[in-house]
């Protein structure tokens, strides 16, 4: 599977089979967190087989079941908009590994996970990881016009797949409070608009539109 089609087929997935991860598996997804954790400085580890964090809970946005490894991400005050773009750098690494996801930053018992944060670092978020019993289901979403500054037919091909990668791109409570601009000069700039995790999701969302664009198209501004 390449990378675009891991964007397309990841749909977020809570309802795991009763299996532990293979080798091949468990080798990707640590190469892929160590890469993060060069790159962005965080604190991001893998937890195995610990089945009480996600045990048990009645979550409006569907209950979780088996789910027994999951992802933590610590790091310093202020790092939101990295935890989700590298953090969806996992994600989409461990789609392409046969893997299915979730980002949970309320549906867990944090007294069970046993990571702390580093002093003078913050615990952000964890990613539920596994096989999942389905692939997950597309969802909701905002339209093209609704999220961007052009019209869908003034706008150039590498910002519309951009566009797409974004709007694909999971958010909490799929809220997609992000806003992006093409400007005058070329270059483009997201924005977050208040809501819960909305930083966490401009970080993702920023992962997705550079995989729809490409990174060479295009650079940002803040
Ligand atoms: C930052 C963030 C936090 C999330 N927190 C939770 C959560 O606590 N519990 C949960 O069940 N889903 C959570 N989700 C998953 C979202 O509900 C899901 O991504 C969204 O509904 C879009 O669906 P999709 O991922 O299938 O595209 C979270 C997603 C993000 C990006």
Not at 3 to 14: G, P
Not at 182 to 190: D, K
Request: aromatic share 10%; charged share 25%; with cysteine.
């Amino acid at each position: 599977m390449d990378i675009k089609e891991a964007v397309i087929k990841r749909h977020s997935v809570r309802r795991y089979l009763d299996k532990e991860l293979d080798k091949s598996a468990v080798n990707g997804l640590k190469t892929a967190i160590s890469e993060a954790c060069k790159d962005s400085g965080l604190d991001i580890q893998l937890v195995l087989n610990e089945p009480t964090a996600f045990t048990g809970l009645l979550a409006k946005y569907g209950k979780f079941e088996n789910c027994k490894n999951y992802i933590t991400i610590c790091g310093k005050k202020g790092r939101e908009v990295d935890v989700g773009y590298y953090g969806e750098r996992i994600v989409i690494a461990a789609q392409m590994l046969g893997l299915n996801t979730c980002w949970v930053a309320l549906t867990y018992k944090k007294g069970k996970v046993p990571v702390k944060p580093r002093a003078g670092e913050k615990f952000y978020i964890t990613i539920a990881v596994g096989y999942g019993r389905n692939r997950g289901l597309p969802r909701k979403s905002k339209s093209m016009e609704q999220v961007c500054n052009v019209g869908t037919t003034e706008m150039p091909e590498w910002f519309k797949n951009g566009i797409d990668f974004a709007l694909r791109a999971p958010t909490a409570i799929n809220q997609q409070r992000f806003y992006i601009t093409l400007n005058e000069n070329g270059s483009v700039s997201a924005k977050s608009k208040l809501g819960p995790c909305s930083k966490i999701d401009l970080g993702i969302v920023k992962y997705h539109f550079e995989l729809g664009a490409g990174r060479d198209s295009f650079s940002w501004e803040e």
